[in-house]
């Protein structure tokens, strides 16, 4: 499939997604990336790259609303590995492993969210959590 295509599937699935018809949403993700991930699609311009971290970041944050937390992660990490620069997706995989009691994870990752992007409130927020609940399990005695 042609850029322009992938673009529009891209679109389409951003659309379903604020229409809040997630599954077709999700759908429209998978098909998305891995018609963009083909071999012959190798040579992807700047934009489709980032269009497909999005992609993955998108898709993992509809699967971390199903509660699929490992298949979310992958997404994460896929999505980070295309643009290292995407502090939303550093931010979203570590609110799952905050929420799986994986505070070290959490923390490089709310860091690593920081660093791109100094202003990210929520981060700043993860962080602080993510360190008081890691120091609070460290305390507990029982």
């Known amino acids: 499939m042609e850029e322009d295509g992938l673009r529009h599937l891209f679109d389409q699935a951003k659309f379903?997604?604020?229409k809040g018809d997630r599954g077709q949403a999700l759908e429209m993700y998978s098909n998305f990336i891995d018609l963009t991930c083909r071999d012959d699609q190798i040579n992807l311009s700047k934009s489709m790259k980032q269009r497909l971290a999005l992609a993955y970041n998108n898709r993992g944050f509809l699967r971390y609303l199903r509660v699929d937390f490992d298949e979310?992660?992958?997404d994460y990490t896929a999505s980070v590995s295309l643009d290292p620069d995407l502090s939303v997706a550093y931010y979203n995989r570590g609110t799952i492993h905050y929420r799986l009691?994986?505070?070290?994870d959490a923390i490089a990752d709310m860091k690593?969210?920081?660093m791109?992007?100094?202003e990210f409130t929520d981060a700043r927020t993860g962080l602080e959590r993510s360190m008081a609940d890691k120091q609070e399990k460290l305390e507990r005695t029982w």
Do not use: C, K, V
Not at 101 to 104: E, M, Q, T, V, Y
């Open 72 to 74: 979310a992660i992958e």
């Open 101 to 104: 009691g994986r505070f070290d």
């Open 116 to 118: 791109l992007n100094p």
């Open 112 to 114: 690593a969210a920081l």
């Open 16 to 18: 379903e997604e604020s």
